[in-house]
């Protein structure tokens, strides 16, 4: 159980496109996703967390234009990379927190790595 | 705010041998603290808990850690290390849920590599 899903697992993408992640808690409801940022050896840093029907929260220093969050239903967060640069190149992680369950459990999913041209 | 330090950045053991990764985190309440880990290109993995109760909690893969409160210290531990225990093993500290979001601040992770 606590299965959380990330698509894609890769993607390559030319400079000033926009890619979008997909986060999908497959066997619990989550209404609060977070997003993280991993830069290669260094720990993950939260970028935002996601509300299920609100707005998303944007920890300081994250531009909120550039990283748009959607979470429009108990299962799926979405997180869209606005016309992407190679500095914005990195592992992205999705984890979910269980409706159900204990409240300070997050469960992660597997990352996406974005290679930006 | 909280913090988690975990002073080693890469570890080496010999598989068979015992292991202990260590982690010291700040944080002014009744921390909940967590061990992941995280293989190449991949998500983290829950390996243990400590919210309260016991100090010394067990997880999967023959991990255990020790909370103690005194050293603000939660140690993993594990009698005797397998080769496909190598990967990242990242430490961290949740704040306590008060209905909202709850956050988890990570360290900066241990390496750990077994030589066979």
């Known amino acids: 159980g606590a299965v959380v899903s990330q698509h894609p697992s890769r993607v390559i993408c030319k400079s000033g496109t926009s890619v979008k992640i997909e986060c999908r808690s497959l066997?619990?409801?989550?209404?609060?996703m977070f997003w993280y940022r991993q830069f290669p050896k260094q720990s993950l840093m939260l970028m935002a967390t996601s509300n299920e029907g609100s707005k998303a929260t944007y920890e300081q220093g994250v531009e909120k234009d550039k990283f748009l969050i959607n979470h429009a239903s108990l299962t799926l967060s979405t997180l869209t990379v606005t016309s992407a640069h190679p500095e914005d190149s990195s592992f992205y992680i999705c984890?979910?927190?269980?409706?159900?369950?204990?409240?300070?459990?997050?469960?992660f999913g597997a990352g996406t790595r974005l290679s930006v041209l | 705010a909280q913090s988690v330090t975990q002073p080693d950045i890469h570890i080496t053991v010999s598989e068979g041998a015992s292991l202990e990764l260590r982690c010291n985190y700040s944080y002014g309440a009744t921390p909940y603290l967590f061990w992941y880990v995280q293989s190449p290109g991949q998500g983290l993995q829950l390996l243990l808990k400590y919210f309260s109760g016991d100090t010394l909690v067990q997880g999967i893969k023959g991990f255990e850690a020790e909370f103690k409160r005194s050293q603000s210290s939660f140690n993993l531990r594990k009698p005797s290390v397998h080769w496909s225990d190598a990967a990242e093993y990242f430490c961290?500290?949740?704040?306590?849920?008060?209905?909202?979001?709850?956050?988890?601040?990570f360290g900066t992770g241990t390496r750990l590599q077994v030589t066979l």
């Open positions: 984890s979910a927190r269980n409706l159900a369950g204990p409240k300070n459990i997050q469960y």
């Open positions: 066997d619990f409801q989550a209404t609060t």
């Open positions: 961290a500290v949740g704040t306590e849920d008060t209905g909202t979001a709850s956050k988890l601040t």
